[in-house]
């Protein structure tokens, strides 16, 4: 099991030792955890590193296939996952275990601006039933209608 060793600045690379500041002061940039990497290599250890982008792919990916949403650090996880099973680094089939314990509602507006609006409808039944038939079984696939 590889080891934290403290944080480092995105930016500029200043060290810090581990807590709870997220922020450099030299340069206000953000601070990244900072791993052992000769321990991950030496116990056949992979690691991923991926972009903003692939983490916002990743959150609406686990809330279109399970119904989960996520925070950044939760979409990290999933990218992480993504970018070690293209590169083969670990099997498409296997078990793996990804923990995402964040609620997206932490950072909402994180993601706000990748998401279509939803529209709105009255709040009425016959509106909704109406609104719900309209949509089409690719964008809703395991809903079924209630008689």
Known sequence: MSK???LKCRECGTEYPSGIQN?????FGPLEVHYDWDEIQNSNGYAASVT??????????????EGIF???AGGTTVAGLKSLVE?????????TVVYVTGNGLKAKETIAGVLDSP??????YSE?????RNITKEQAPTCQEVN
Request: aromatic residues 6%; contains cysteine; charged residues 25%.
């Open 52 to 65: 903003n982008e692939e983490i916002l792919d990743a959150i609406l990916l686990l809330a279109r296939t």
């Open 4 to 6: 934290v060793i403290g």
């Open 128 to 132: 909704f039933t109406n609104t719900f």
């Open 119 to 124: 529209g709105s409808i009255k709040p009425t």
């Open 70 to 72: 996520t925070e950044p």
């Open 23 to 27: 922020t450099c002061y030299k340069c």
């Open 87 to 95: 590169s083969g680094h670990i099997d498409p089939e296997e078990r």
